[in-house]
DNA sequence: TTGTACGCGTTATCAT
DNA sequence: ATGATAACGCGTACAA
């Protein structure tokens, strides 16, 4: 940069300002000192601005697992605004172990990230909260309602209800629900909106139709091989997500029944596999990219200390009908 | 800094030096500063540190998208050595726009990363090579076999010539592949081992019956729909992705004919989902977490100055059968 | 073994 | 509108 001063004969502050305030400097003096960048084919030394100011123009988004789907198309709209805002994004895949979250924390301690989104709710809230207290902080897609911290988040109480209802709708009196983790918000709210469903249609709600496991096809296979046990199994099950509605099917399949005939499914999630499965599958859509965007954005605003209005973003999910709820073959009576 | 010193009385050197070179301490000094430390809750900042050293332990790992299963997988791989060793992984999702990539140029150009991963090869050979003359750069997994940059790849012309070998040995003798991007050269090279195949069993090699389009669903259901449409379609087709495989098996069961008795499906990728695809895709498995983890040690050997006596890490991809070939049916005579 | 002092490349403050 | 200078926090050459 000296040299840069030197060649355009004006001192290191005004390359600098003519780069950072263009509109302090006389455009004359600019013009000499961009012809002195180009001559001496000069870029900045971002460290040094980083130190100097403070601040890295990059975040973290903590993410459970990359090769889940879920995530990668949420990650996915979160890197395209970062891009777009200038703000790096550095990965931080935990694989499922909450505790390396910890050794994350150091690189904000050491001031090496401005802020951070979290795809991930298995914290405690009041860590969240001290976290948040510390530095921008967002929380997407799983997270409890009541939380302080800002988070984007799709309506899994309501859209789990209109699944559940989708089924009903259908004729099916007899619905089980297979769960993901229950520690889990998003899995909560979606028990409760199958619950609800229930409710508000005169169905009396069994513990023992509802099964819980994680988010996985083995899960949904293992926790659909106990509902196959019962004496009246159910007519119709909704599961957590996707990965749990291809894994049941697997299952209903190995049993000899059918999907939707014998037994109709719908998902969660609307994973990029999900329609060409077979049967391909009825699921709630979440919009995912469009999250890790506006997760983006908030989280930006936090950065530029932005007091916002509003702090929980909520979604709506869409109902996608295909096949395997049955909507296509004649209702049943 | 400064703090920690005063509280132990002695000058930030010495601080500084018991964190680098605690050898270069007494034993009693040490042990004095780090009492300080902890009293003091003291981090060092890791900007200054680096824009001191000259390094960010930092990397940019370039992605076409990371949706796509194989590359969610690498970079897994990838991201579990990266922080193993203490660094800290950039993500680069150009979405398919391969202009994105200078953009990203800039990271280095400012000494924002020390070292980066390309998932693609789009880029000519030469643009390649001039930049890993500036960098510590390592590509994978898709890469001309003549490149001066370490690659990390799989043994696409073996591996595809075993594919298609598998096919031969079921009995087919008019067969066909649904190539990538013929610009990329793991696509040419699967085109290559495909076409030795044939060779090496005295079939003819016939262009009508190699179709090439991109790696999707999308793409192998449409090349399909042109084999189907052919005086005398293939009765097996080897595919180069999994995804390809599964368009292809939609767009054959549309047709109302039966994989694998009508037409058998060998895939490539061993994708997460090709298991519980219906049939159950019979494909070769890359190795994508553990090729990812390689690269990043080569990439870390050469950020270290280390010459390695190797450039490029070949591994073998494993022939996995499940359904869609019907080895577990009658074999052909 | 430890302290002093400089420099890494910027940017912000204060003068001019 | 521009220049001189201090400071960001650390690591290291040199001196002691």
Redesign the pocket.
Same mark, same amino acid.
């Given at each position: 940069?000296?040299d840069v001063a030197k060649y355009a004969? #004006?001192?290191?502050? $005004?390359?600098?300002?003519a780069?950072?305030?263009p509109e302090? #400097?006389?455009e004359? $003096?600019?013009q000499k000192v961009l012809a002195a960048i180009t001559a001496l084919n000069?870029?900045?030394?971002v460290?040094?601005?980083q130190?100097?100011?403070?601040e890295t123009k990059t975040i973290l988004v903590v993410v459970p697992n990359i090769e889940n789907n879920v995530f990668s198309q949420l990650l996915s709209g979160i890197d395209a605004v970062a891009n777009q805002k200038g703000y790096k994004v550095l990965l931080g895949n935990i694989n499922h172990k909450v505790d390396k979250i910890y050794d994350y924390l150091d690189h904000f301690r050491q001031r090496q990230i401005d802020g951070m989104i979290m795809l991930i709710s298995d914290l405690s809230d009041h860590i969240l909260q001290d976290l948040a207290n510390e530095l921008p902080l967002v929380i997407t897609p799983d997270s409890s309602d009541d939380a302080i911290v800002p988070t984007v988040v799709v309506d899994n109480v309501g859209s789990s209800q209109r699944a559940t209802e989708h089924l009903i709708s259908l004729g099916h009196r007899r619905l089980a629900h297979i769960a993901g983790p229950l520690h889990l918000s998003s899995s909560k709210s979606r028990l409760e909106g199958y619950r609800q469903a229930l409710h508000e249609n005169g169905i009396r709600f069994d513990h023992e139709l509802v099964k819980a496991g994680d988010f996985t096809i083995q899960a949904g296979f293992k926790q659909m091989e106990q509902l196959l046990l019962m004496e009246v199994p159910p007519t119709a099950v909704f599961c957590a997500s996707d990965e749990i509605a291809m894994g049941a099917i697997k299952r209903i399949k190995q049993h000899g029944l059918k999907v939707p005939e014998d037994i109709a499914i719908v998902g969660f999630d609307n994973v990029k596999f999900s329609s060409i499965f077979e049967p391909a599958l009825t699921t709630m859509a979440q919009p995912l990219e469009e999250m890790g965007r506006q997760s983006m954005k908030v989280l930006i605003d936090r950065m530029n200390g932005k007091t916002l209005s509003k702090n929980h973003f909520i979604y709506s999910a869409d109902l996608i009908i295909r096949e395997s709820c049955g909507a296509h073959l004649n209702k049943r009576e």
């Open positions: 940069m000296s004969n #004006v001192s290191t502050a $005004t390359v600098s300002r780069l950072q305030h302090s #400097v006389k004359e $003096t600019r000069y870029t900045p030394n460290l040094a601005r130190l100097r100011r403070m």
